[in-house]
């Protein structure tokens, strides 16, 4: 499961509260949260990019700061 909001990013084992976003030149958006995991206290920053997917334009692929690609979206209908 992946979700991304305005204020939130959630997967299966966390959940984020987006602090800032910034459009980067490339044309994906840079996204500096602040992640809770499940099974785990407290909060810990994490950075996420989000960028247009080259197979579906209308879907967003998500990667981690280690550019781990999580997964795509797609807007909700």
């Known amino acids: 499961m992946l ?3 305005k204020t ?3 997967t299966a084992a966390s959940a984020c509260t987006i602090k800032e976003s ?3 030149s490339d044309g994906s958006l840079l996204l500096k949260t602040e992640c809770e995991a499940e ?3 407290g909060k810990a920053p994490a950075d996420f990019t989000l960028k247009p ?3 579906n ?3 967003l692929i ?3 700061d280690s ?3 999580m997964g795509e979206v797609s807007q909700c209908k």
Do not use: H, I, M, Y
């Open 3 to 5: 979700l991304v909001t």
């Open 8 to 10: 939130d990013l959630v």
């Open 22 to 24: 910034k459009a980067n």
């Open 39 to 41: 099974g785990e206290e």
């Open 53 to 55: 997917s080259p197979k």
């Open 57 to 59: 334009k209308k879907r």
């Open 62 to 64: 998500v990667t981690d």
């Open 67 to 69: 550019g781990f690609v």
